[in-house]
């Protein structure tokens, strides 16, 4: 660190998994970009800080936060293309794109996620099945760098660098600016729901769908009889007269001390919820907020989990491969007894390249309660993933190990390489670039 002080913050990831001081910078002008990123050889960009995994910090390290870069600089409503900055926030972004019945289709499930993150961990949404990941949407980006300086990046300019930044966790240097393709959104969402009573059920459905509807799925996992018995959700996009949008920000909500999920509160959240929608209409519109932001003012099921925090685990699993996986996964759960307190499934559609997660396949999320019995049982579903080829989350699962990763990422040395060959003191980097080995 350079000698000039830096005061110090205490800066937690999302998921509670990891604590530490860290030196915070909020340059304001391109300027003092430059000018902060010669104060420490320990760098790493950070957006808004709600990655899981701890990708924007770590010990020692000089973050530079993005926020105050969060300015429409270029929008072309005729040619459906957006020049933004980094750190605006998603939210912001379709404040503005809405209103010109426009919008990005690629975009992580919380709105208050900077463009920039989304950028550095290849976001996808819940269009995964239809569009792909937000790299899809990405035409070209500014990126500065300790000692390469500022670099345009594109397909046409620069692109194996534009190619190891997207899903790069910021590792390349600073995204400062990204321009974006635009599609049309000019209607509502419906909704329509079925009930399903087992996984193999559930995927069918999934695989069945319509090309352009929204389609994932809400399974429980608590109880050996009814695993996989769950409700599919349809979003289809419906025509409408154009609606103003105008999303809040909501206060932060305490974090319990405790931890509330267990057998029997996981057992009633999943008896309730099943209920809940199997008794309403089968077929409703929602708001747009609900449909796209579903923990968007529901905060309080992470707060649950008190400050030993969750783990998530998501994986990309080859059709081929499903079944096997899902009778093994099943078996461990009845024999390890894991608090799993989510369980869903969606299609996801892309081409696996470097460290990005990405993959024509199916997708499948996990919420545990952080504690030793599932961490174990973790350790055996890190197994299932090498054995049956499937893709777990960096930027997800904080305790995913370098031995793991690259088990499962077959271009893992091909980034580390690329990326060494393009910054060879290896300045930008974050808890999960040094567990990797990134």
Not at 300 to 305: E, G, T
Not at 329 to 356: A, D, E, V, W, Y
């Amino acid at each position: 660190m350079n000698k000039q002080e830096l005061k110090k913050f205490k800066f937690t990831s999302y998921d509670k998994s990891y604590s530490t001081e860290i030196h915070i910078k909020n340059p304001d002008k391109y300027r003092e970009i430059e000018k902060d990123s010669s104060l420490s050889d320990d760098l790493i960009s950070m957006g808004s800080g709600f990655s899981y995994a701890p990708a924007s910090f770590k010990e020692k390290t000089l973050s530079l936060k993005m926020d105050k870069f969060n300015r429409i600089l270029h929008f072309d409503k005729k040619e459906k293309v957006i020049t933004v900055e980094a750190g605006i926030k998603i939210y912001e972004l379709l404040n503005f794109t809405l209103q010109h019945n426009l919008w990005l289709t690629q975009i992580p499930g919380y709105p208050l996620i900077s463009i920039g993150g989304a950028v550095a961990s290849n976001s996808h949404g819940k269009s995964c099945g239809i569009d792909g990941t937000i790299r899809h949407s990405i035409k070209s980006i500014s990126l500065f760098h300790k000692t390469n300086g500022w670099i345009n990046l594109s397909e046409k300019e620069n692109q194996e660098i534009f190619d190891l930044t997207i899903g790069g966790l910021g590792l390349t240097g600073t995204i400062v600016s990204v321009t974006l393709k635009l599609v049309d959104f000019d209607g509502k969402f419906e909704t329509t729901k079925q009930e399903v009573n087992s996984v193999k059920e559930t995927i069918n459905k999934i695989k069945k769908t319509e090309p352009s509807t929204f389609i994932y799925s809400w399974n429980m996992a608590n109880d050996k009889n009814d695993f996989g018995k769950g409700i599919v959700f349809k979003n289809k996009i419906l025509k409408t007269q154009n609606k103003k949008y105008n999303f809040k920000v909501l206060k932060k909500k305490n974090l319990l001390p405790i931890n509330f999920w267990n057998k029997y509160s996981i057992k009633f959240s999943n008896f309730f919820f099943y209920n809940f929608h199997k008794l309403l209409k089968k077929s409703l519109d929602e708001k747009f907020l609900d449909v796209i932001f579903p923990f968007y003012g529901k905060e309080i099921y992470f707060n649950l989990f008190g400050s030993k925090g969750f783990i998530e685990s998501q994986l990309i699993i080859p059709e081929k491969n499903i079944d096997e996986f899902f009778n093994e996964f099943l078996h461990l759960n009845k024999k390890l007894k894991p608090s799993i307190t989510l369980f869903s499934i969606k299609n996801m559609s892309g081409k696996q390249k470097l460290i990005r997660f990405e993959d024509n396949n199916i997708c499948v999320t996990f919420d545990f309660v952080n504690n030793k019995k599932n961490k174990e049982f973790l350790q055996h579903l890190d197994k299932l993933c090498i054995k049956y080829q499937i893709l777990p989350s960096i930027i997800k699962d904080s305790r995913l190990e370098k031995d793991i990763f690259d088990k499962c990422y077959s271009e893992a040395d091909i980034f580390r390489d690329k990326l060494s060959k393009f910054d060879k003191r290896r300045y930008y980097k974050s808890e999960i670039s040094n567990r990797l080995k990134l």
